[in-house]
């Protein structure tokens, strides 16, 4: 099924850098209902992905940001997409920004596809294997010395997390949720701070963080499991409490200094 993919992704991304880069630093950001900014790079991905998807894949679900409803939620298969992750950066010229496509199997994430056209850079898991640019990666921890050792953060979670118990844990953010965990599945961080985000937050790059051996526990300790994100009161598809994705060594000891 994936295979047949491959001709259609390189199609969203060739129009996704095109549409992009065109914006890049010129455009002007609106700001939604719920006080995040969209811009018409959001929306007009949002409906090609979406309208293309229907096509290739009548029975498979869809949820996409930009869009109001999902389209058969409930579907065994279900891609979900975010046509621009780090609209924030994007909207003020940092470089770290793009799409994600996340496919779940019985909402468990199985494939993901990235695309960040101001870096140049190119992201693919499926069936546990990652690519980088089109050439295999393998996925897992690298070699460190310690001055290098890195967790990835989001831009408000000082305000949920006792970040001063973190002394000596470089903390940094990139401004794409995607981005960092690409970067933790690639052996380029150890963990990530997941802030509570949407399921299109995440999915894409959950397939990579899997493939590389990660776990996930909310910040409190709890155990994380994907169908939370099916059941949230009120706001649907979003986490209820600040998630730790990462190696396990460094996982359990975040959660020992975040709860000491």
């Excluded at 993901?112 to 897992?140: H, I, K, M, S, W």
Aim: overall charge neutral.
């Amino acid at each position: 099924m994936l295979a047949a993919l491959d001709a259609q992704l390189r199609a969203w991304y060739r129009a996704y850098d095109a549409r992009a880069l065109a914006a890049y630093r010129r455009i002007k950001a609106e700001t939604k209902a719920d006080g995040t900014t969209v811009t018409a790079v959001d929306r007009e991905t949002s409906a090609e992905i979406v309208a293309d998807l229907r096509r290739l894949f009548p029975d498979h679900g869809i949820l996409s940001e930009e869009e109001g409803e999902p389209h058969r939620p409930d579907a065994e298969w279900l891609w979900v997409i975010d046509p621009l992750d780090g609209t924030a950066s994007f909207a003020r010229s940092h470089p770290v920004w793009g799409l994600g496509i996340g496919l779940l199997h019985c909402r468990e994430p199985v494939a993901g596809f990235l695309r960040y056209p101001a870096v140049d850079e190119t992201y693919a898991c499926q069936d546990g294997r990652v690519q980088l640019n089109g050439t295999p990666f393998a996925p897992g921890p690298s070699e460190f010395t310690r001055d290098t050792r890195n967790v990835l953060t989001a831009s408000q979670l000082h305000r949920e997390l006792p970040y001063q118990k973190l002394e000596r844990i470089k903390l940094r953010n990139y401004g794409s949720n995607l981005y960092h965990l690409v970067l933790v599945g690639l052996g380029r961080a150890e963990a990530v701070l997941v802030p509570r985000c949407y399921l299109w937050d995440v999915a894409a790059g959950l397939a990579f963080t899997r493939a590389a051996g990660c776990i996930e526990r909310y910040a409190d300790g709890s155990p994380f499991e994907m169908a939370h994100l099916f059941a949230s009161p009120g706001k649907p598809y979003r986490l209820a409490k600040p998630l730790i994705v990462g190696y396990a060594a460094q996982v359990e000891e975040l959660l020992a200094r975040l709860a000491g």
